[in-house]
């Protein structure tokens, strides 16, 4: 069967794509990702099933949690003829349209693709890190998030793993609710650039634990972030840092894997999109983190979502309409 659109995935981009096709009448197809399996793979829904309180997403006065957001916006989309496969995409041909997208052995085309993946942040590894239903701590003080989670951190002290841009960016937000913000990084040089360095390096409220890792976040048990182990590499020495938050900010992987070789990507993996939301293929159309390695806010993939769905609607409009220098604007 073919679809005007094929949605491939399913976070706040996906839906929102998803919305606004249904609502054009393009019948669009979504792959949602399925069931999720944790933070390794997130599942329908995306990141945001992984997020306690979400309070910067416009419309919700009091706020509301991640999960619960994300069943809303699939209620929503779902209200406008959209078909739904709960399945993750494991192969896609992009050399030719029809498009052909592939779930296990059942392969569906589409004329035009979405692709709404997400990314995924870039954990430790540690068993603590596992959201709470899990037994772990994540969403109950442990996050990926500064400005999703710093505000309830109010006067707390917190600590921040890695070295990069985003860890020195994510300390410095987190002065703003924190009394103290502790960067653990695991050599004594930042990967940070410059600028971003010297703005951690000039706030009194961060401090610095070199050539350490976290090897243990205290207390699952307690059911929230009381202390860290740390252990130093180059003494082997091991110390206790009180802290009631931790956020890990070791870098973002794109989910792009099934894309490689055939979209343009950037050095880090992301999909190159120009006109906000193009790829680099005629008729494929990136939207959310997926293409977004700057804002990454559940609202900003929102907005894209939307611009993607209204420029694969505008696309087959032109072309139906025999409209073909659609392809040379590219
Ligand atoms: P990144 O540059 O890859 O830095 C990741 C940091 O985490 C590194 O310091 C790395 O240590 C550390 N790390 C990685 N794996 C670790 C592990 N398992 N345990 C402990 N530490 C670990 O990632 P990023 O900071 O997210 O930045 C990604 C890209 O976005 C960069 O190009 C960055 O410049 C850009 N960015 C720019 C801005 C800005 O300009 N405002 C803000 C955010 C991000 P090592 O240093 O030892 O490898």
Redesign the pocket.
């Known amino acids: 069967m073919k679809y005007s659109t094929i949605i491939i995935g399913s976070g706040p981009a996906g839906y929102t794509a998803a919305l606004y096709t249904g609502r054009a009448g393009m019948k669009p197809l979504m792959i949602d990702g399925g069931i999720g399996r944790g933070q390794e793979l997130l599942g329908a829904g995306g990141q945001l099933m992984i997020t306690t309180e979400v309070e910067n997403y416009p419309g919700f006065v009091h706020g509301i949690q991640g999960p619960e957001l994300m069943q809303i916006m699939r209620e929503q989309a779902l209200r406008f003829d959209v078909e739904v496969v709960e399945d993750i995409a494991n192969q896609v041909d992009m050399s030719q349209r029809p498009f052909k997208v592939w779930v296990g052995d059942a392969s569906y085309e589409s004329d035009t693709l979405i692709i709404a993946t997400g990314a995924s942040a870039?954990w430790?590894?540690l068993p603590e890190e596992k959201p709470a239903h899990e037994g772990g701590l994540g969403g109950k003080g442990v996050s990926a998030c500064a400005t999703c989670d710093g505000f309830f951190f109010r006067g707390r002290e917190v600590a921040v793993?890695?070295?990069?841009?985003?860890?020195m960016?994510e300390a410095v937000y987190l002065t703003n609710h924190a009394s103290k913000v502790t960067v653990i990084?695991?050599?004594d040089t930042?990967?940070?650039?410059k600028i971003?360095q010297k703005r951690a390096m000039d706030n009194q409220k961060i401090h610095f634990v070199w050539d350490s890792?976290v090897e243990r976040i205290h207390d699952p048990a307690e059911g929230c972030v009381t202390a860290l182990t740390l252990r130093n590499l180059k003494s082997g020495a091991t110390s206790v840092l009180p802290v009631q938050g931790l956020f890990v900010?070791?870098?973002?992987k794109p989910n792009t894997d099934l894309f490689r070789g055939q979209l343009d990507l950037d050095e880090?993996g992301y999909i190159v999109t120009h006109h906000d939301v193009r790829t680099s293929v005629c008729g494929v159309f990136a939207c959310g983190d997926v293409q977004d390695?700057e804002y990454r806010q559940a609202i900003s993939a929102a907005g894209s979502g939307c611009m993607a769905a209204i420029q694969a609607e505008r696309f087959l409009e032109a072309e139906k309409a025999g409209d073909t220098s659609v392809h040379g604007s590219w």
């Open positions: 870039k430790i590894g793993v890695g070295g990069g841009d985003t860890a960016e990084h695991r050599r930042l990967r940070a650039s971003m890792v900010a070791i870098g973002h880090t390695s």
